[in-house]
């Protein structure tokens, strides 16, 4: 199920907006303003932003930007403003579409369908399992407030790891999946490579934890 984010300090919009994506069979999360929609999506994933320009504290546009530096989503623009003025600030910021108030809901449904389906052939989805992001486009790794920029294998190992959740997987298999089948090392590169992991993350989150299952290898484990 595809989760929606819509941020309209219109609470009419947003229960309309809202009511109507339920039916369509996605799953709604609702905030008033950018602020708390920020805070949103630092702790839930979601697929798509829907985004009102006019609101107090911040404003669609500057939302918009916010979300385009951290998060690999697509977003579309709600205004009542029709000037071309308007929509060009607008694709500056970052959106990917834009709808002027009023609208018809089967348009607005058209356009997320639409995105979602661009977004899925162009790019991987991003990772989320609680506090933890990670965003494939910008090689970035977040934890609460804190990113980091690993090194490429540490990466890509992370990556795979928490592709498969409470999975066991040998060393030889993370070396075929990570380094490929020509690297000549050998498999004690899989155990540096994780200590490193454990070292980075380990005082900043208790939700997940990379263990070694004596005899076989590793898997992250979610708490």
Not at 73 to 81: D, E, R
Not at 114 to 134: F, P, V
Not at 167 to 174: D, E, P
Request: hydrophobic share 40%; glycine share 6%; charged share 30%.
């Amino acid at each position: 199920m595809k989760t929606i984010l819509i941020v309209d300090d219109d609470v009419f919009i947003r229960n309309l907006v809202k009511d109507f994506l339920m039916r369509e069979g996605f799953k709604v999360i609702a905030s008033e303003n950018g602020v708390k929609a920020l805070e949103v999506l630092n702790n839930q994933f979601c697929d798509l932003a829907i985004v009102d320009i006019m609101m107090p504290v911040m404003d669609g546009y500057h939302l918009t930007t916010e979300i385009r530096k951290q998060y690999d989503i697509p977003i579309i623009l709600l205004t009542a403003k029709s000037q071309i003025e308007d929509k060009e600030k607008g694709f500056e910021s970052g959106t990917d579409d834009y709808l002027i108030k009023p609208f018809e809901p089967k348009e607005l449904i058209f356009r997320v369908n639409a995105l979602l389906r661009r977004y899925g052939k162009t790019g991987e989805a991003n990772i989320k399992i609680g506090s933890l992001y990670i965003n494939k486009k910008s090689y970035e790794v977040k934890i609460n407030n804190k990113t980091f920029m690993l090194p490429l294998k540490e990466f890509e190992l992370l990556t795979f790891l928490s592709t498969h959740p409470n999975q066991v997987f040998s060393r030889g298999h993370l070396i075929e999946k990570i380094w490929g089948l020509d690297f000549e090392g050998d498999e004690r590169t899989v155990d540096v490579h994780i200590k490193r992991l454990r070292e980075r993350f380990s005082n900043f989150t208790e939700e997940f934890a990379i263990k070694t299952i004596r005899g076989v290898g590793y898997s992250l484990e979610v708490q």
